[in-house]
């Protein structure tokens, strides 16, 4: 039976070979995705165990006592507005601890640089960035301590005593605990748990148009192949028969798309690394497949593509007869629309409810979300009707009134061909609109405001010492080309931070920053820092003169909240933080280096917009990410839609043809098939999309108290080009028309 199955899937004609072509190509998509998918969290979880060393303060004693302690000490820099690993070392002992990458620890004066560092430290001026490092690079840390090749850190040689002044600490042993398995506060590494979430979104969205591609290409011809299963049921074929060839038919195809999917991924596999949705690309080589990934897809997309075989032609196997006799399916109901309701109704009923939890927050959010997807999938075939409904009864064109007649017929086969839109549609809208407002509230800022021009050092109190004088602020500072002021914070003796009166946040709610001071002249001298109250002579400031000002970096005429002191009282107050304005990038690194070597402890001097641009950065991948879903899919989509137009106008030959004989003209044809596709795939994507962004707008109620802004007009652009191309590709199968209703085929069939 198996060697009969074959022939007659192999021997049945042209037909016979784009079938089995068509359902090639949909697998071997859903198998290049899905292995990039499987790729991509193991590509995750080997970069962050390779971030696991950075984490060696916090690791635990070596259970070996002879080991000699290593002074230890990470802190973060920063160049250009990217992160810099600054990790500095020093031996006690000639068995000290050797961090992975390098063969042996660095004596003092000597340092250990990423590639990509070397190769910025090579290309920038010294005094810009060189000169922060003490001493000379004496070789280069290799790949297995590198989390990306676009890593920047370095490894610095100091003596026990620099250290110790420093305020490091001394370890034993190296982590080499992956942070996602860390239970000792690591702080340097990746969210493992909610970048498998993200992929794990990503995958559903980009499979989900792939299996209807896949569902849709098992159904090509469907009428004619369940006329030929009926046939053999009617001259004693038994029903494991019909399905064994049915199964062959398919596991042939699906044999061949999984090998092309397999051979699509690893030529995809370099561009798929350089995508750094962690905050970093990927080595290629992380995006590596394990024995069970590959089974798991080599054995389960060829069966899964049996199962959709049987399902697509179950009435062949409970009655042959059955295929013959056919009527209207029954009309969807209104009940379809509970679940989208009820998710709409979770997200509203949080909105000044926010759970205290991120569990919480989690179960919240996306359980609410997952209601209103499978509610939009749900209600796509009731949408679809009364689209139809409504195309029928304003028709005023024979074409109009087929179409809207045979969508009101079956909504349901008419939504499965663009219901893969859905998830895209939904998945992106959401996604869009969620960045969108969230970047435009606390997103990186304009690169000429001087959230991004100017950059503070802050003497933490809890960081011990004394805050340093006047005097000892590098007089150099003042006269670097590009420095347009140098201004002195300082720190206000208050017991709590001034309320927070800032994007609608109710009190009694404080600001995170703890409030410096400043006399009003100063501010009006330095001009784009804000301004005192009317009356005013002093201000209660943010240390880096910028606090919330980072969320509404447009407002340069903030004012500042009145400190009750008297101008001359401010001058003798300790220093709480020194900030330099700049007009360029060379002079902000040029201050930061001379900051950073006259004040070596604490962290960093950065601006607000490096400090702000991290988790914006993060949330443009993101976003990176939901274009990628949507212009994949999209596309898919029309694949999808064509494939059904296709096998409906192979269904259909004969019913065109007498049309054609009657004297319907081809172009009314033509508009009928035209707007069967129409209708679902605009009424789809409206309503996907008006979905996604009320969705949006009630997440970023509840969770942020924001209200949706409207995403760019890129976001438009895409939807509507993504559109078009899935009719172009529609467009192209109408052509059929002109060959399959000629009246050879009346007369034939």
């Keep these: 039976m198996i060697r009969f199955a074959v022939r007659l899937s192999l021997a049945g004609g042209r037909e016979a070979a784009t079938r089995l072509a068509v359902i090639a190509t949909a697998v071997a998509l859903g198998v290049g995705m899905l292995l990039a998918t499987l790729a991509g969290m193991n590509a995750v979880n080997a970069q962050n165990q390779r971030y696991a060393w950075l984490n060696t303060a916090v690791a635990p004693a070596a259970a070996d006592s002879s080991i000699d302690p290593l002074w230890w000490l990470i802190r973060e820099d920063y160049y250009h507005g990217d992160s810099i690993g600054r990790v500095e070392v020093a031996a006690t002992g000639p068995d000290a601890p050797v961090p992975p990458g390098i063969p042996r620890l660095p004596g003092p004066g000597e340092y250990y640089v990423s590639p990509a560092l070397g190769e910025l430290l090579r290309t920038t001026p010294a005094a810009q960035l060189g000169d922060r490092f003490p001493g000379h690079q004496v070789g280069t840390i290799g790949r297995v301590a590198l989390p990306s090749p676009d890593s920047l850190l370095i490894v610095i ?341 001034p309320p927070l009166e800032v994007n609608g946040t109710e009190p009694p709610a404080y600001r995170w920053w703890w409030p410096g001071i400043i006399t009003c002249a100063e501010l009006d001298r330095l001009a784009v820092f804000g301004t005192c109250p009317a009356g005013a002579r002093a201000a209660a400031v943010a240390d880096d003169l910028i606090g919330e000002r980072a969320w509404d970096l447009t407002n340069d005429s903030y004012v500042w909240p009145a400190a009750d002191m008297d101008p001359a009282q401010v001058d003798r107050l300790p220093i709480r933080s020194v900030v330099v304005d700049t007009t360029s990038r060379a002079a902000f690194e040029q201050a930061r280096t001379m900051l950073i070597n006259a004040f070596p402890t604490g962290r960093a001097p950065l601006s607000t917009a490096e400090w702000e641009s991290n988790s914006a950065r993060q949330m443009v991948r993101f976003q990176q990410l939901a274009n990628v879903v949507m212009l994949a899919s999209l596309p898919i989509a029309g694949c999808s839609l064509s494939v059904s137009v296709a096998g409906g106008l192979s269904d259909r030959k004969r019913p065109f043809s007498m049309l054609r004989l009657s004297g319907v003209q081809l172009r009314t044809l033509r508009r009928v098939v035209a707007l069967e596709t129409v209708v679902p795939l605009l009424v789809v994507a409206a309503v996907a999309t008006g979905m996604g962004f009320l969705a949006a707008h009630l997440f970023l109620r509840a969770q942020l108290g924001y209200t949706l802004l409207a995403p760019d007009g890129s976001f438009y652009l895409m939807v509507a080009g993504g559109l078009a191309v899935s009719l172009g590709i529609v467009a192209l199968t109408l052509p059929l028309l002109r060959r399959i209703t000629g009246p050879e085929t009346a007369r034939n069939e």
């Design 157 to 497: 040689g100091r003596t026990p005593t620099d250290l110790e002044h420093l305020g490091a600490g001394k370890v034993t042993q190296i982590m080499d605990t992956s942070p996602s398995g860390c239970s000792r506060g690591c702080y340097v590494g990746i969210n493992h748990d909610g970048m498998a979430l993200v992929l794990s979104i990503v995958a559903v969205a980009l499979l989900f148009p792939v299996l209807i591609f896949i569902g849709t290409a098992t159904r090509l011809a469907a009428t004619r192949r369940e006329q030929r299963f009926a046939a053999m049921r009617l001259i004693g074929a038994t029903p494991r028969q019909i399905s064994v060839i049915s199964a062959v038919e398919s596991v042939l195809a699906a044999a061949v798309g999984t090998a092309v999917g397999f051979g699509l991924f690893l030529a995809l596999r370099p561009g798929l690394a350089a995508i750094p949705f962690t905050g970093e690309r990927f080595f290629t080589a992380d995006l590596s497949l394990a024995v069970g990934d590959v089974l798991a897809v080599a054995l389960g997309i060829p069966l899964g593509a049996v199962v959709a075989s049987w399902l697509a032609l179950r009435r062949v196997q409970i009655s042959p007869l059955g295929v013959a006799r056919r009527v209207t399916p029954k009309p969807p109901r209104a009940w379809r629309l509970i679940p989208l309701v009820a998710g709409l109704a979770e997200l509203t009923y949080f909105i000044g409810r926010r759970p205290p939890t991120t569990n919480g927050q989690l179960t919240a959010y996306l359980s609410g979300f997952l209601l209103i997807l499978t509610g939009l999938l749900l209600a796509g075939p009731w949408l679809t009707m009364l689209g139809a409904r409504l195309l029928a009864g304003r028709a005023s064109r024979p074409a109009t009134l087929i179409a809207g007649r045979r969508l009101a017929d079956n909504p349901k086969a008419a939504f499965r061909s663009v219901s893969g839109l859905i998830v895209a549609l939904f998945v992106t809208s959401v996604a869009t609109g969620i960045i969108t407002t969230y970047v435009a509230n606390r997103g990186e800022p304009r690169t000429d405001s001087v959230a991004a021009t100017s950059l503070s050092k802050s003497f933490e109190p809890e960081e011990g010492g004394p805050a340093p004088t006047a005097d000892q602020i590098p007089a150099g500072l003042a006269t670097i080309p590009g420095v347009r002021s140098v201004t002195l914070v300082r720190a206000n003796p208050v017991d709590t931070p």
